[in-house]
């Protein structure tokens, strides 16, 4: 491998990164300035992507199954003899809240 050659590339790209950005015209602290800015904020957007694209293709993933009609086995549709079936002989909600809960409040703390 031709190590001359690949210094070489990388201070060209250098070069045209100072071109660029118009580097070449700043002062040394200015540039540090810059440069630290630069990064920072590219160290910013890598993370983000890094924390949320895998959020969003996951959920791009679950809307388009949906929509393609392609459902998952998960332990949920599986177990379905733990959700009862409504029929029109129950109730959809048997369970009634209290009419005066501070009195039901009252009954249960001492």
């Not at 002989?89 to 001492?110: D, H, Q, R, V």
């Amino acid at each position: 491998m031709d190590f001359k050659g690949v210094k070489d590339y990388f201070s060209w790209l250098y070069y045209q990164y100072q071109i660029i950005s118009c580097c070449a015209v700043l002062e040394p602290w200015e540039q540090s300035m810059f440069n630290t800015i630069l990064l920072t904020i590219f160290a910013m957007v890598v993370y983000t992507a890094y924390v949320f694209i895998p959020i969003h293709i996951r959920l791009a993933w679950e809307f388009f199954s949906k929509i393609c009609g392609y459902q998952e086995d998960s332990q949920l549709s599986m177990n379905l003899d733990a959700f009862p079936v409504h029929n029109d002989s129950t109730p959809l909600n048997t369970w009634t809240p209290a009419k005066n809960s501070w009195n039901l409040i009252t009954k249960i703390l001492p």
